[in-house]
C-alpha cells in the first residue's frame, strides 16, 4: 500500500526566504506526482504535476523535482511571500490505478511579514 | 483548466440525515472522483463516478453510505446517508479533463463543508 509522508508538518519563514518543501513515497511504481495548495476551508488548486518520466517542472516560483528511485519529490519556493502561506499538499498516481490519488500530510506554510 | 461548482458550499446537519452535493464542471471530462477530508486530516478517495452506471468505491466506503450518481459527463452528486457527527468533514470533487497536453492532471472542486450535530 503507497504512502505519502511529508516533512516538515508545519514551517514558518519570513517573507523574502527560499524554502523547500518535501515529500516522500513508499512505492516507487507512479504515473505522475502533483502539488496542490489548499487555503483554510477551501478546495484544492494544482500547483505542477510531473510525470514520471521527468525530473522537475517550474512555474513562476515554484520548482518541484521528482526522484522516482529514491521515492522523493521536492517543492522550491523562492522569494516566499505572505500570499504564500497555505497548506501544500503532495499526491501520488500510481501506475495502473487510473488516476486514483494517495495524498500526503501536508505541510503547513506561514510567511510573515 | 476548468471552472468546478460544488453545491452546497457548507451545510449544518441533524444526526440521522441525508445530504446530497453537487458537483458541476464547465468543460469536457474524463474522470470524477469524490473525496473527503476530515478536520486536520488529508484527502481520501471515496469513489470514482462513472457516467450512467454505477460508483467504484474505496475500502470502506460503500454505496448505501455513500450513494453517488453520474447522469451525464459533467455532473456528478454524493449523498451522505444516515449522517453522525463522524461525518463532519469536507467533501469534494476532482476531475480530470479531455483535450489537455497532460490528460491526467487532476482539479479540484472548492469543497463542501459539512458539519453534524
Known amino acids: 500500500k503507497q504512502e505519502v509522508t511529508q516533512i516538515p508538518a508545519a514551517l514558518s519563514v519570513p517573507e523574502g526566504e527560499n524554502l523547500v518543501l518535501n515529500c516522500s513515497f513508499t512505492?516507487?511504481?507512479?504515473?505522475?506526482l502533483q502539488w496542490f495548495r489548499q487555503d483554510p476551508g477551501k478546495g484544492l488548486t494544482s500547483l505542477l504535476l510531473?510525470?514520471?518520466?521527468?525530473r522537475e517542472q517550474t512555474s513562476g516560483r515554484l520548482n518541484a523535482s521528482l526522484d522516482k528511485s529514491s521515492g522523493r519529490s521536492t517543492l522550491y519556493i523562492a522569494a516566499s511571500q505572505p500570499g504564500d502561506s497555505a497548506t501544500y499538499l503532495c499526491a501520488v498516481n500510481p501506475t495502473g490505478t487510473a488516476s486514483k490519488l494517495t495524498f500526503g500530510t501536508g505541510t503547513r506554510l506561514q510567511v510573515t511579514l | 483548466s476548468a471552472v468546478i461548482s460544488q453545491k452546497p458550499s457548507r451545510d449544518i446537519c441533524q444526526r440521522g440525515t441525508s445530504l446530497t452535493i453537487q458537483c458541476q464542471v464547465d468543460s469536457q471530462v474524463t474522470m470524477m472522483f469524490w473525496y473527503r477530508q476530515q478536520p486536520g486530516q488529508s484527502l481520501t478517495l471515496i469513489a470514482t463516478a462513472n457516467q450512467g452506471s454505477e460508483a467504484t468505491y474505496e475500502s470502506g466506503f460503500v454505496i448505501d453510505k455513500f450513494p453517488i450518481s453520474r447522469p451525464n459527463l459533467t455532473f456528478s452528486t454524493l449523498t451522505v446517508s444516515n449522517m453522525s457527527p463522524e461525518d463532519s468533514s469536507i467533501y469534494l470533487c476532482?476531475?480530470?479533463?479531455?483535450?489537455?497536453?497532460?490528460?491526467?492532471?487532476?482539479?479540484f472542486g472548492p469543497g463542501t463543508r459539512l458539519t453534524v450535530l
Open positions: 510531473i510525470q514520471s518520466s521527468q
Open positions: 512505492d516507487s511504481a507512479i504515473y505522475n
Open positions: 476532482s476531475v480530470t479533463l479531455s483535450g489537455l497536453a497532460v490528460y491526467n492532471e487532476q482539479f
